[in-house]
């Protein structure tokens, strides 16, 4: 199903930059204002300025961020900043991190994918998306010609299609070995042996692919193609813009991790919040946990224990600004089905992230799609700890913790063809940006 190609990628030059820390970065939807000036002040050649470029006050149609970068990226590689490889590659990837009591590695393959509609059922989303930030990225797309930062998907792996790249380098000393600035150590191979091209080809035939992340990117390279189509009388199926650079994991990789979305929420003050969760009672059974100052913290962890034991039972945690008390909210059997059963697909019933949008911020709440979409209004953070944080900071009125999706409800819903409310998942870590990249002019 999948056509998995190589592809002669654009990196840094070790003779240039001997250090890739100093100038990749996580991909530019992670990346904080603060972390954008950090990553500009680092190095003088980092991705930043490619992928998230500062504006100006000056910014005009032909002087911006994006012309700017496509400016960087052509005197990046006439300087030998940059380099393309003379062979076609494959790329193994390897990050491993500090994780629980220990540390966990994960493997993907960068490669060239074809770009497929997804009625095609070929590449499937998750996930829905924002038109602003499709618009944003093609015009960068447009004046750049190349992809930056692989989206990254995930594909069923009963052949272990990944150890045929591990046996390929065996103990080959990586091409590019780095620890970043959260202390995650990464390793990059180029697999130039057209017997493992072919090898990893047909292994993935088969495969369809759900994307994991960067759902954006993935539809603006498809825009991207669609508008090149129209307006270059030259563009061929042989194209390069035919072509999208993809991070590819196995979902059986141990090192697959998917990170809870907790949403923040502003305008839900203390009486909003309790009228809603005294309508909510009709939906589900909730357990409070009041503290004190001095009990904060035992009952804190008491609570959050709880939210994870009852992670089969859909549950939702729940702390509102100026009430010295943890909610949880355990769904009742049927509720779901009993609200939304000739609506919502099973599938999607089963979601964590559905009975919040739908049940809670949408039934219970009474938000309508504006205001889902406002995202002046929400907040998304990981850990709970700073979620429940930016509720006594003020920053935030409620915060709802979730459980993290799993991998399965994930492959459920593409396979299905359905998608889930933004900001479902959260795969941790990121794929690195700047570790290759994927020129897209004929």
Same mark, same amino acid.
């Given at each position: 199903m999948a056509t998995v190609l190589p592809f002669k990628g654009i990196l840094y030059n070790p003779e240039t930059i001997p250090d890739s820390a100093e100038v990749t970065s996580p991909p530019y939807d992670v990346i904080s204002p603060e972390a954008q000036a950090a990553f500009h002040q680092r190095h003088p050649n980092n991705i930043i300025? +490619?992928?998230?470029?500062?504006?100006? /006050?000056? @910014?005009?149609? @032909?002087?911006?961020?994006?012309? &700017?970068?496509?400016? =960087?990226?052509?005197?990046?590689?006439?300087?030998?900043?940059?380099?393309?490889?003379?062979?076609? $590659?494959?790329?193994?990837?390897?990050?491993?991190?500090?994780?629980?009591?220990?540390?966990?590695? &994960?493997?993907?393959?960068?490669? &060239?994918?074809k770009i497929e509609e997804f009625e095609k059922k070929i590449i499937l989303p998750h996930e829905k998306t924002f038109s602003r930030v499709r618009s944003e990225r093609l015009e960068l797309l447009k004046a750049t010609h190349c992809n930056y930062c692989p989206v990254f998907a995930i594909y069923p792996d009963e052949h272990n299609i990944v150890k045929i790249l591990e046996n390929s380098v065996d103990k080959a000393r990586p091409d590019v070995d780095f620890v970043d600035e959260e202390g995650h150590h990464h390793q990059f191979w180029r697999i130039s042996d057209p017997a493992v091209h072919d090898q990893v080809a047909a292994g993935m035939a088969d495969k369809p692919l759900v994307i994991a992340d960067g759902h954006h990117r993935y539809e603006t390279a498809l825009n991207y193609r669609n508008y090149l189509r129209e307006t270059d009388p030259l563009f061929t199926d042989q194209h390069p813009a035919n072509d999208v650079m993809m991070y590819l994991c196995s979902m059986s990789d141990?090192?697959?991790?998917?990170?809870?979305a907790h949403r923040l929420v502003r305008e839900v003050g203390p009486e909003v919040l309790k009228t809603a969760?005294?309508?909510?009672?009709?939906? =589900?059974?909730?357990? @409070?946990?009041?503290?004190? /100052?001095?009990?904060?913290?035992?009952?804190?962890?008491?609570?959050?224990?709880?939210?994870?034991?009852?992670?089969?039972?859909?549950?939702?945690?729940?702390?509102? &600004?100026? $009430?010295?008390? =943890?909610?949880? +909210?355990?769904?009742?059997?049927?509720?779901?089905?009993?609200?939304?059963?000739?609506a919502l697909d099973p599938a999607l019933q089963e979601l964590d992230v559905t009975v919040l949008t739908r049940l809670v911020f949408m039934r219970i709440l009474g938000f309508d799609q504006a205001r889902l979409d406002d995202a002046t209004k929400f907040g998304y953070v990981t850990d709970a700890g700073e979620a429940l944080a930016a509720i006594d900071s003020g920053e935030f009125d409620a915060a709802f913790l979730l459980n993290p999706t799993r991998i399965d409800q994930v492959a459920e819903v593409a396979q299905k063809g359905l998608t889930m409310p933004r900001k479902s998942t959260y795969f941790y870590p990121k794929v690195r940006s700047g570790l290759v990249m994927n020129i897209l002019k004929a």
């Open positions: 300025r +490619l992928i998230l470029g500062a504006p100006a /006050p000056s @910014d005009t149609p @032909d002087n911006n961020p994006h012309t &700017r970068s496509a400016a =960087f990226f052509q005197e990046w590689l006439k300087q030998g900043v940059l380099k393309q490889d003379d062979q076609p $590659a494959l790329y193994l990837k390897a990050i491993t991190w500090p994780w629980k009591n220990g540390s966990i590695t &994960r493997y993907g393959l960068i490669a &060239r994918i141990p090192g697959l991790i998917i990170l809870p969760l005294d309508r909510a009672r009709s939906f =589900f059974d909730i357990a @409070d946990y009041p503290f004190t /100052p001095d009990t904060r913290k035992a009952v804190e962890e008491k609570f959050l224990e709880a939210l994870t034991q009852h992670a089969k039972n859909q549950a939702i945690g729940v702390y509102g &600004r100026g $009430a010295p008390v =943890f909610h949880l +909210l355990t769904l009742k059997p049927g509720a779901m089905n009993a609200e939304f059963g000739d």
